[in-house]
């Protein structure tokens, strides 16, 4: 026999209950009663009929019977509705406790206590309450009108009072059972209902996880196959700033030749390569570590170490706490679109015989640069070039002949610029040359622009060998400079295309500068320039000596100066081939011939009774050759000068530079017995420290300061602190510059122990001053 706990078990546990619920649960509550109550009823009802017919209780026996019958039919009868078998049941154990409160009396209590509590059992907790009210009914009305057999002590005599004592009671542990029993199954029928709901919502959940499979299935199978690269990176395991990679699609492993398990862990800079924009990686890298979506266009490189463009967009993936987990790249290969546009830019702005930029990009690149000179003040220029007699080869020789000779022409030009400059082609045989930052002078710079367009003009005229043949084609160039009030670009070519025609109109295969007066003087500079290369050979070139005497006036040294004598322009002051000996580096050579003229003066000064010391100014691009010192040993050496009595004099500006080295090459030579001197001093380098350093012999106040003393005090201040601080230190000290005896008088009171100047004596030729000063003079 299956027991009402199995049953209830096999009810609960058993899926798929579904829409019979509790009716279904009452309805086998039902028949595991009727069974129950027929098995028991007919064990029990055995020994209590046999004991009624004994004792003549035929009521009792017809009860029981009929009540068994009744039972039996309702079990036996299934197809017959619940609530007809219900009730009838119901119905029955009413009738039962009736008849027992009339008849017999206790025993009706169970039967009509029974009554409410099967009603809430198996019909529902309203009708259970009404069950309760007819129970309390039946059992104050019948049991005092039919007086049964319930007494309660004390009140027999009042049995109304009685009754409604005993209704009371009844009634109260009959509710307490009924309502219990009522309760228990509303909350039993609300959590079968919400496990109901938890079951429909697992099988809806199962439902909806096997089409989000189905989904992702068929997503993973979409994205796998996408013709886009996809790269997801996971950003919460790792340090900041290296995503490792968690998954790739085919289209990236297509691409790219790497596989999911070679990028596994890894980051997407194994896709970096030599060519890789460094400030995109940069800018990515920062917009990810403050999570925002980011878009570029990247160089990458594949595994076999192919160079491809990417455009790629990446964007973070949040999880449920909306915290960014996963970084997502879509990326599409445009290489492509890159060369076309590569194409149409090399179309838009190069020109296609030479490669070189066209009109369109030399407009932009002149923009640039002029903007940047009026900031800088760095002057550049634009020499406008034109082939000369190239239409002659154009057409005795064909296009052809034509067009290879100007690709000579461009590879000529590359080869003579700085990276800095650049060539544009801008007509048939015409080319614009941008020097960029020629100097930062207008002089200095016209004489570099000119120097750059006398290497084009030398090498275009040269011959050019095309399939065989020899041409020859010179040019004719045009040169402005930039920049100037009011300049823009259209004023750089017009300049210097006028110059071009100018020089055409000369006769051609010449050089012509927009300003008359500019080029002028820069023709001078550049005549200068090659006949000083020709004074070093010529005999033009002589030093001659100004002596530096103490305050009485006798000469205690000499400093040894250079004249250029030209045979055409005669005198040429030093100021001015000085700086074009500097600038063009002939210097150097000036300088090596100056130490070998004052070493052969201190022999002749010597012979003639004058032991003098002889300074000989040395340049700084001179002093810093490599060779420098082994040049002077080796002119000590060979002519035999003495070189105690050798002064070399250098400027302050020698000492901002390499200020180690100087020392090392300055006392190596005192080791022999070369004296320094610092010229011009306090004019250049404004730190002291360098005099405890170097073995400097003397120092030379700057004409500038001795000019206006004694009267000026600020020059007076600093002639008195120049010649106290060389007291303490024990140098000698020589004012340049005296040409009044004020001046003198100033110096010489001042404590200044040697003087150079107009006032004692004029810069003049060793045999003249011999001849002026003999050496018994000196002997005295």
């Excluded at 823009?488 to 927009?514: H, P, S, V, W």
């Amino acid at each position: 026999m299956t027991t009402l706990t199995q049953r209830f078990r096999r009810y609960v546990l058993t899926p798929g209950s579904g829409q019979a619920d509790m009716q279904q649960w009452r309805a086998q509550v039902l028949s595991a009663i009727l069974l129950t109550a027929l098995v028991l009823g007919f064990l029990t009802a055995i020994p209590s009929i046999t004991l009624a017919i004994r004792q003549g209780f035929w009521s009792v026996v017809a009860i029981d019977l009929v009540a068994l019958i009744w039972v039996a039919c309702l079990w036996c009868m299934p197809q017959w509705s619940f609530k007809f078998r219900a009730w009838n049941l119901l119905i029955l154990l009413y009738i039962l406790g009736i008849w027992f409160l009339i008849k017999v009396g206790p025993v009706s209590q169970i039967y009509l206590m029974a009554f409410p509590v099967m009603t809430a059992l198996l019909i529902g907790f309203r009708p259970a309450i009404f069950g309760l009210l007819i129970n309390a009914i039946s059992m104050l009305g019948i049991g005092y009108l039919a007086q049964a057999n319930l007494h309660i002590d004390h009140l027999s005599d009042q049995p109304l009072v009685q009754w409604v004592v005993i209704t009371l009671n009844f009634t109260f542990i009959s509710s307490v059972i009924t309502i219990s029993c009522g309760v228990l199954l509303q909350r039993l029928e609300r959590s079968l209902d919400a496990q109901l709901a938890i079951s429909d919502s697992l099988k809806a959940g199962q439902s909806n996880l096997r089409a989000a499979n189905a989904a992702l299935r068929l997503n993973a199978a979409a994205l796998s196959r996408l013709n886009d690269i996809v790269i997801i990176m996971d950003v919460g395991s790792h340090q900041q700033g290296e995503h490792q990679i968690v998954f790739v699609n085919d289209a990236f492993e297509r691409r790219t030749g790497y596989s999911l398990e070679e990028v596994s862990g890894k980051t997407v800079a194994l896709l970096y390569g030599p060519n890789t924009q460094q400030q995109e990686v940069k800018r990515i890298t920062i917009a990810l570590q403050e999570g925002d979506t980011v878009h570029a266009e990247l160089i990458k490189y594949s595994k076999s170490g192919e160079q491809f463009w990417v455009e790629t967009d990446i964007i973070p993936l949040a999880d449920e706490q909306g915290q960014a987990s996963h970084w997502v790249a879509v990326e599409r290969d445009i290489t492509e679109r890159k060369q076309a546009e590569q194409q149409l830019y090399q179309l838009e702005y190069f020109d296609v015989l030479t490669g070189l930029p066209n009109r369109r990009l030399m407009m932009d690149r002149l923009d640039i640069l002029l903007a940047t000179a009026r900031r800088t003040g760095l002057i550049s220029a634009v020499l406008c070039i034109d082939l000369d007699h190239f239409k002659y080869i154009n057409d005795a020789l064909g296009h052809a002949v034509g067009d290879s000779l100007l690709v000579h022409v461009t590879q000529r030009l590359k080869t003579l610029l700085r990276e800095v400059d650049s060539v544009a082609r801008i007509g048939g045989d015409e080319f614009v040359v941008i020097i960029s930052n020629v100097a930062s002078d207008i002089g200095a710079g016209a004489l570099g622009a000119l120097a750059v367009a006398e290497k084009i003009h030398a090498a275009l005229a040269e011959p050019f060998e095309i399939d065989g043949q020899t041409y020859n084609s010179g040019c004719s160039i045009g040169v402005t400079l930039l920049p100037k009030a009011e300049q823009n670009i259209d004023d750089l070519l017009r300049e210097a295309d006028t110059a071009m025609n100018r020089a055409k109109a000369a006769g051609r295969n010449q050089i012509a500068f927009f300003e008359a007066n500019m080029q002028a003087e820069v023709e001078q500079r550049l005549t200068l320039t090659r006949d000083l290369a020709k004074a070093l050979n010529g005999d033009q070139l002589q030093m001659v000596m100004q002596a530096q005497v103490n305050h009485e006036g006798i000469p205690e040294g000499a400093e040894l100066l250079m004249r250029w004598m030209h045979p055409e322009r005669g005198a040429i002051s030093p100021a001015l081939f000085i700086p074009i000996a500097e600038e063009s580096g002939m210097i150097v050579q000036l300088g090596d011939w100056a130490l070998l003229q004052g070493c052969l003066a201190l022999l002749r000064l010597e012979r003639a009774g004058w032991p003098l010391t002889l300074s000989i100014n040395v340049s700084p691009k001179q002093f810093r050759q490599t060779d420098f010192v082994d040049k002077v040993i080796a002119v000590l050496h060979e002519t035999g000068a003495p070189a105690s009595r050798l002064v070399l004099e250098v400027t302050e500006g020698l000492l901002i530079n390499n200020l180690q080295e100087t020392i090392e090459r300055m006392h190596t030579l005192a080791r022999l017995g070369v004296r320094f001197s610092i010229d011009d001093f306090g004019t250049g380098y404004s730190s002291l420290a360098y005099l405890k350093k170097l073995p400097i012999y003397e120092l030379k106040i700057d004409k500038s300061f001795v000019d206006d003393t004694p009267a000026d005090p600020n020059d007076t201040a600093i002639v008195q602190s120049i010649l106290s601080m060389a007291s303490h230190l024990g140098l000698r000290v020589v004012a340049e510059g005296v040409e009044t005896q004020q001046q003198a008088d100033f110096l010489i009171a001042s404590g200044c122990a040697c003087l150079q100047g107009y006032l004692y004596c004029r810069p003049t030729p060793i045999d003249v001053w011999l001849e002026k000063n003999p050496a018994l003079v000196l002997q005295s």
